[in-house]
């Protein structure tokens, strides 16, 4: 069986966090003094040229992930910046001012949901206790004022693998524009952009891309680009950048209309290297490993301890456990066993990736006094 932990950076201890920060590839630090530091100093263009091809670099890498255009892709700072430009780019539509979202969705999508009452948007949440993964509540949630709805593939707090592609046909029936959140699955879950259709589509390569903070994106369906006039602009939105004619603003044909002003760099670098790496190996190897190492997990412990979906269709990355008036005890074991892992009111996440191992899950197992 081919493995893959050698080509990432050693850990000390047991490393179960990419639902958070995924660990840098071996390469990561040639790749910034590749395509970052070494431009800089050799001062080609004032290193703008090898700089931007790193950047083209990086959309490439996300549509080859995503099954997308380059052209549809954008480099964003984070998701909240990302939905900001979305949501301001489209007037309000006649007879529809709701956006529709979940309470277990991210907090800080809901926040920039908040931000666009300015707008004249108002907020509905489909509540916790309903059962996202069931299309007949979403059914229920996207009625005719709904304008548009916020789909997040993977729940943070509960790792449920949401069917997108049957949420998003479904609201664009309806006539529901779709904000589609994969920062939970993107590298973890195969996508395919091509098939799911969103209308637009968030992301980030800190998680399980392994790419670092920073480098998030924007995809944008094709359709949708020449329709959208985002107001959070810059000189790198413009159809010609290096134009310089202060009087006269044309938005880039793409989805770069979406980009704003002089962008960074270093985490492009890093994150198209990172993704190069994730696309030769492959997201479908990546979760046949993650769920193996799930699986082995959940024969091992209690089922009345697992806040995860049982079943893999329905179930991301990451195991969420909960051990009610033994947590803090067995969360105390697992610290003592030098292992990394993170906590939220549902419980505690566990999240095995490429560079974790069956010895290491046995011995996490271990720790949490089971069988």
């Given at each position: 069986?081919?493995?893959?932990?050698?080509?990432?950076?050693?850990?000390?201890?047991?490393?179960?966090?990419?639902h958070?920060?995924?660990?840098?590839?071996?390469?990561?630090?040639?790749?910034?003094?590749?395509?970052?530091?070494?431009?800089?100093?050799?001062?080609?263009?004032?290193?703008?040229t090898?700089?931007?091809a790193?950047i083209?670099?990086?959309?490439?890498?996300v549509?080859?992930?995503?099954?997308t255009?380059?052209?549809?892709?954008?480099?964003?700072?984070?998701?909240?910046g990302?939905?900001?430009?979305v949501?301001?780019?489209?007037?309000?539509p006649?007879?529809?001012?709701?956006?529709?979202?979940?309470e277990?969705?991210?907090?800080?999508m809901?926040?920039?949901?908040?931000?666009?009452?300015?707008?004249?948007?108002q907020?509905?949440?489909?509540p916790?206790?309903?059962?996202?993964?069931?299309?007949?509540?979403?059914?229920?949630?996207?009625?005719?004022?709904?304008?548009?709805?916020?789909?997040?593939?993977?729940?943070?707090?509960?790792s449920?693998?949401?069917?997108?592609?049957?949420?998003i046909?479904?609201?664009?029936?309806?006539?529901?524009?779709?904000?589609?959140?994969?920062?939970?699955?993107?590298?973890?879950?195969?996508?395919?952009?091509?098939?799911?259709?969103?209308?637009?589509t968030?992301?980030?390569?800190?998680?399980?891309?392994?790419?670092?903070?920073g480098a998030?994106?924007?995809?944008?369906?094709?359709?949708?680009?020449?329709?959208?006039?985002?107001?959070d602009?810059?000189?790198?939105?413009?159809?010609?950048?290096f134009?310089?004619d202060?009087?006269?603003?044309?938005?880039?044909?793409?989805?770069?209309?979406?980009?704003?002003?002089?962008p960074?760099?270093?985490?492009?670098?890093?994150a198209a290297?990172?993704?190069g790496?994730?696309?030769?190996?492959g997201?479908?190897?990546?979760?046949?490993?993650?769920?193996?190492?799930?699986?082995?997990?959940?024969?091992?412990?209690?089922?009345?301890?697992?806040?995860?979906?049982?079943?893999?269709?329905?179930?991301?990355?990451?195991?969420?456990l909960?051990f009610?008036?033994?947590?803090?005890?067995?969360?105390?074991?697992?610290?003592?066993?030098?292992?990394h892992?993170?906590?939220?009111?549902?419980?505690?996440?566990?999240?095995?990736?490429?560079?974790?191992?069956?010895?290491?899950?046995?011995?996490?197992?271990?720790?949490?006094?089971?069988?």
């Amino acid at each position: 069986m081919t493995t893959y932990a050698d080509q990432f950076a050693a850990f000390d201890g047991i490393y179960l966090l990419s639902h958070s920060v995924g660990r840098p590839p071996i390469s990561a630090a040639d790749a910034i003094n590749r395509d970052f530091i070494a431009p800089w100093i050799e001062g080609q263009a004032g290193g703008w040229t090898s700089w931007l091809a790193s950047i083209d670099r990086f959309r490439a890498a996300v549509a080859g992930l995503l099954n997308t255009a380059t052209a549809a892709v954008c480099p964003q700072v984070n998701l909240s910046g990302a939905m900001t430009k979305v949501l301001g780019s489209l007037p309000r539509p006649e007879r529809r001012s709701t956006l529709l979202l979940s309470e277990d969705d991210f907090p800080s999508m809901a926040f920039v949901m908040q931000q666009a009452q300015s707008l004249g948007y108002q907020l509905k949440f489909i509540p916790a206790e309903e059962n996202t993964l069931d299309t007949d509540v979403w059914r229920r949630y996207l009625t005719d004022e709904v304008a548009f709805t916020l789909v997040t593939h993977v729940h943070s707090n509960s790792s449920r693998l949401h069917p997108a592609r049957e949420i998003i046909h479904l609201a664009r029936d309806r006539g529901v524009k779709t904000i589609f959140d994969i920062a939970q699955s993107v590298g973890a879950v195969p996508i395919d952009l091509e098939a799911i259709d969103p209308d637009f589509t968030v992301g980030s390569c800190v998680k399980w891309l392994c790419g670092g903070p920073g480098a998030g994106f924007l995809c944008v369906r094709a359709d949708m680009i020449p329709r959208c006039q985002p107001t959070d602009v810059g000189w790198f939105s413009h159809e010609d950048p290096f134009e310089f004619d202060i009087h006269h603003f044309r938005y880039a044909p793409d989805a770069l209309r979406f980009w704003g002003g002089t962008p960074s760099v270093a985490p492009y670098a890093l994150a198209a290297n990172s993704i190069g790496l994730i696309n030769d190996i492959g997201v479908d190897v990546i979760r046949a490993h993650n769920q193996q190492l799930i699986q082995h997990m959940i024969d091992a412990v209690d089922p009345v301890t697992i806040r995860s979906p049982l079943e893999p269709a329905t179930r991301g990355g990451t195991l969420v456990l909960h051990f009610g008036e033994q947590h803090k005890h067995i969360t105390g074991r697992l610290e003592r066993a030098n292992v990394h892992f993170d906590s939220r009111a549902t419980g505690i996440r566990l999240s095995p990736h490429l560079y974790n191992d069956m010895l290491e899950i046995n011995t996490v197992i271990e720790r949490l006094f089971v069988n």
